[in-house]
């Protein structure tokens, strides 16, 4: 698999892989993840086996020291090999480059497997988000300093 830079013709790819990683109420409308991808400072790695998009990250800086991981998407046949790491690697990688020093992101309360995978990345519950991705459906915010962490 490799990382690339995101290009226009990944869009219906990885708005597909969104919709079958994430349940409805949490995966992105298209026009959801075509504003996302279209916003100034947004940064987006792709993760690439045989032509086929397996994976992606999009991010996006909110300021010049906070940045923010919108989703993290990895195919059911690409998990557990690592790809979910290399590609927020990548992504912190970017944002420290430009100068970012702490990163959030959301992720349902729901979902244990993804908060201890950000957990044993460094990333710490910071806030519990009541009805966040919809009635009843809680997530929590997370958040690491870059600066404070040992490189991926």
């Not at 298209?30 to 994976?55: H, M, N, P, Q």
């Not at 992606?56 to 919108?70: A, Q, Y």
């Not at 990345?121 to 009541?130: C, E, F, N, P, Q």
Request: glycine share 8%.
């Amino acid at each position: 698999m490799r990382l690339r830079p995101f290009r226009r013709a990944d869009f219906e790819s990885m708005w597909k892989l969104d919709r079958t990683c994430f349940p409805p109420g949490i995966a992105y409308s298209r026009s959801e993840l075509r504003a996302f991808l279209s916003r100034k400072t947004a940064d987006t790695i792709v993760a690439e086996r045989e032509g086929d998009v397996v994976g992606f990250v999009l991010g996006w800086r909110r300021s010049k020291t906070e940045g923010h991981v919108i989703t993290l998407d990895v195919a059911p046949s690409a998990r557990r090999h690592g790809l979910g790491r290399r590609l927020l690697a990548e992504l912190e990688r970017r944002f420290r480059a430009a100068g970012v020093r702490e990163v959030q992101l959301e992720t349902a309360v729901a979902n244990t497997i993804a908060i201890a995978f950000y957990e044993r990345l460094g990333y710490r519950k910071v806030a519990h988000l009541t009805d966040y991705y919809g009635p009843g459906m809680h997530a929590w915010k997370m958040q690491t300093m870059l600066g404070h962490r040992r490189q991926m």
